[in-house]
C-alpha cells in the first residue's frame, strides 16, 4: 500500500515567518494531495488540495506544491499567524472514488506572537 | 448545519466489554470511513464503506466491526475491546460519483480509553 512521510513533527516559528511542511509519498499511482489542519479538540479539516495533473495550488496565504517525479509534496503557510497554530496532515489517495486515504504522521505547527 | 456526529465523546471501558461508537452524518454522503488517530501515527483507516451495504477493510481493522445498513449512519463495533485500541477515533464522509471532489468530513473525535 501507499506509505506517506511528513517532516518535521514539530515546527515552531515567529508570527509574520512562512511555515513549510514536506510529505513523501511512495506509489506514484496517487493523484490527490489534501492537507487538513486540526484545532485542538477537533476533527481534521481540508485547507486545500492538489490533484497529480497540477503542479502549484495557492489559496491566499496558503501554497501546495507537487513535484511527481520526486513524489513529494509540500505546504506553505506565508505571513503566519497565531491562529495558524495547530497539527497538519498531509494524504494521499488515488483512483477515481479516493476510497482509500493515507495520512502522514502529523506536524505540530507553533506560531509564537 | 452540515455535520458529522460522533458518540460518545469520552469513554473509557474495560478490557472484552463490547463497545459501539455512533457516527451519523446529515449531507447525504455514500462514502463513510473511520481512523485511529495515534501520537506520531498520524491518521489510520479502519474500515470505509462506499454506500449501503458495501464495507471493506482500511488498513488497521483488526479487532473492529462496522455495519451500514443506512446511508446516514457508520457504526463502529469493538466486540471485545483491547488496551492497544486506546485511541482517539474520528468518523469521516465525503461524496462518491458525480460530483465528487474528494473533501473528507471529520467528526470531532471520540477518545476510548480501555483499562
Known amino acids: 500500500g501507499e506509505n506517506v512521510e511528513q517532516h518535521p513533527s514539530t515546527l515552531s516559528v515567529q508570527e509574520g515567518d512562512s511555515a513549510v511542511i514536506k510529505c513523501t509519498y511512495s506509489d506514484s499511482a496517487s493523484n490527490y494531495f489534501p492537507w487538513y489542519k486540526q484545532e485542538l479538540g477537533k476533527g481534521p479539516q481540508l485547507i486545500i488540495d492538489?490533484?497529480?495533473?497540477?503542479g502549484e495550488k495557492k489559496d491566499q496565504r496558503i501554497a501546495v506544491t507537487l513535484n511527481k517525479t520526486a513524489k513529494h509534496f509540500s505546504l506553505h503557510i506565508t505571513e503566519t499567524q497565531p491562529e495558524d497554530s495547530a497539527v497538519y496532515f498531509c494524504?494521499?489517495?488515488?483512483?477515481?472514488?479516493?476510497?482509500?486515504?493515507?495520512f502522514g504522521s502529523g506536524t505540530k505547527l507553533n506560531v509564537k506572537p | 448545519e452540515a455535520q458529522v456526529t460522533q458518540n460518545p465523546r469520552y469513554l473509557i471501558t474495560v478490557t472484552g466489554k463490547k463497545l459501539t461508537v455512533t457516527c451519523s452524518q446529515n449531507?447525504?454522503?455514500?462514502?463513510m470511513s473511520w481512523y485511529r488517530q495515534d501520537p506520531g501515527l498520524g491518521l489510520r483507516q479502519i474500515y470505509y464503506s462506499m454506500n449501503v451495504e458495501v464495507t471493506d477493510k482500511g488498513d488497521v481493522p483488526e479487532g473492529y466491526k462496522v455495519s451500514r445498513k443506512e446511508k446516514r449512519n457508520f457504526p463502529l463495533i469493538l466486540e471485545s475491546p483491547s488496551p492497544n485500541q486506546t485511541s482517539l477515533y474520528f468518523c469521516?464522509?465525503?461524496?462518491?460519483?458525480?460530483?465528487?471532489?474528494?473533501?473528507?468530513?471529520f467528526g470531532e473525535g471520540s477518545r476510548l480509553t480501555v483499562l
Open positions: 469521516a464522509s465525503t461524496t462518491q460519483g458525480q460530483g465528487i471532489t474528494g473533501e473528507l468530513f
Open positions: 494524504a494521499a489517495s488515488k483512483g477515481l472514488n479516493f476510497n482509500k486515504f493515507y
Open positions: 449531507m447525504n454522503h455514500e462514502y
Open positions: 492538489i490533484r497529480s495533473n497540477v
